[in-house]
């Protein structure tokens, strides 16, 4: 693979980390596969357009800021660099072509999440909004320049990801992405007590590696990880509700999305808290058991997902106060104020990271399987969150607390 060419990672002082003007998060391909999975249940919603869309309107908003002379390479070096696999743009023309992915998260990583198995439907629709918007980028048009459209995926069983791009009459609209959307209140200072020296575990882990490897993935903790646009999973996020709407459905879809979150913390948090770096760096810090609550929200300090505060926490309750949280910011950027709280992965994650220390005694090393998560997470003894307060709805910060 030939020198990857990126711009720098912007962070915001808040949490939060941009490139090319699009904030960044980190997230794993459990979290990939139960959120498409979750989007694409009902065909009928359509939302599979709604996915390859919010993907070009981020790629192509982030490859305009790249300020390089060779277009293609930095396109496909932020494919890799990002995690999403290795993308080949060289058969593009001006009139479309073809694209190959020899390797892709959303096609192989996919299928780990899913237990090995392989699926009846091409799972790489991240993958074709981001060759039409990169083709949209190599030739100086504009977002909706480009469609794709999966021609083979290894979601399926093929040997390598096949992306048909072609040029339209008339070019599509795409939504824009609204970048790191408002500017929002300083974040506050630690003010609850611990063991844990989170400048220390934030300087730890600003010397790990998390880019892409040589086939663009990034196996970290247990996981497969990739860096992805926030606001890419805030625009398919937000249109599933607002599709659901008047289905009588409207907060079963939400609370799937809170479960996405959930399952991201039980593999995510799960993978970090079991990992050799977590025992090199955290765990010689944990003192109590709340230690273990509070490691984990400085580690969620690096993910981009803005900034985590312990407002409360005891073996029956946490609150968080989130400042820059990715959903609300997303949002007010998107649409403006809300009428209800929107941070949904937020809301898992608070509640799985309790259900990780506390029920599902993370402490003691258990293997990660569907067992455990089965006795944790779906037992009586775990604990469910809410959002008592909302950044997008007009407060300086988004509070989620989880309580059994």
């Known amino acids: 693979m030939s020198a990857r060419t990126l711009g720098a990672f912007t962070p915001n002082g808040k949490g939060r980390v941009a490139l090319g003007g699009e904030p960044l998060v980190f997230h794993c391909n459990h979290y990939n596969y139960f959120l498409q999975s979750t989007l694409l249940l009902d065909p009928s919603l359509g939302m599979a357009d709604v996915i390859r869309d919010a993907a070009t309107a981020v790629v192509w908003n982030c490859l305009q800021a790249g300020g390089v002379s ?115 209140a300083a974040v506050t200072p630690i003010s609850v007590p611990s063991n844990i020296d989170e400048p220390a575990v934030l300087a730890a882990l600003a010397t790990l590696d998390f880019s892409g490897n040589e086939e663009g993935l990034i196996p970290r903790f247990g996981v497969i990880l990739t860096r992805h646009f926030a606001n890419f999973y805030n625009r398919i996020s937000f249109e599933f509700v607002r599709r659901m709407a008047g289905s009588g459905m409207e907060d079963d879809a939400r609370a799937l999305l809170v479960e996405a979150g959930h399952r991201c913390a039980f593999n995510t948090f799960g993978g970090i808290m079991t990992s050799a770096e977590w025992d090199a760096v955290v765990k010689p810090q944990c003192k109590v058991t709340e230690d273990w609550v509070h490691g984990m929200v400085a580690v969620v300090n690096a993910l981009g997902w803005g ?34 709280p929107v941070a949904y992965l937020l809301q898992g994650g608070v509640r799985g990271l309790m259900n990780l220390v506390y029920p599902g005694h993370i402490s003691a090393g258990p293997k990660l399987d569907t067992a455990y998560y089965a006795r944790v997470f779906e037992s009586p003894e775990c604990f469910t969150s809410s959002e008592v307060q909302s950044r997008a709805q007009g407060a300086d910060c988004t509070h989620v607390t989880a309580s059994r």
């Open 70 to 184: 060779d277009r293609r390479q930095h396109a496909e070096a932020v494919f890799s660099e990002l995690g999403f696999g290795v993308i080949d743009l060289s058969q593009l023309t001006e009139r479309g072509g073809t694209v190959v992915t020899p390797s892709s998260h959303y096609g192989q990583a996919l299928v780990v999440a899913n237990e090995g198995k392989h699926f009846g439907e091409m799972q790489n629709l991240f993958d074709q909004g981001y060759a039409a918007a990169a083709a949209a980028y190599l030739f100086g048009l504009e977002a909706g320049a480009f469609s794709a459209r999966g021609v083979s995926c290894m979601s399926t069983g093929a040997a390598r990801g096949e992306i048909s791009v072609e040029r339209c009459a008339t070019p599509r609209a795409i939504a824009p992405s609204p970048g790191m959307g408002p500017a929002s």
């Open 307 to 340: 900034t985590w505060r312990v407002a409360k926490l005891d073996p029956a309750t946490l609150t968080i106060a989130a400042h820059d949280d990715y959903e609300s910011m997303g949002f007010l950027g998107m649409f403006g104020t809300s009428t209800q």
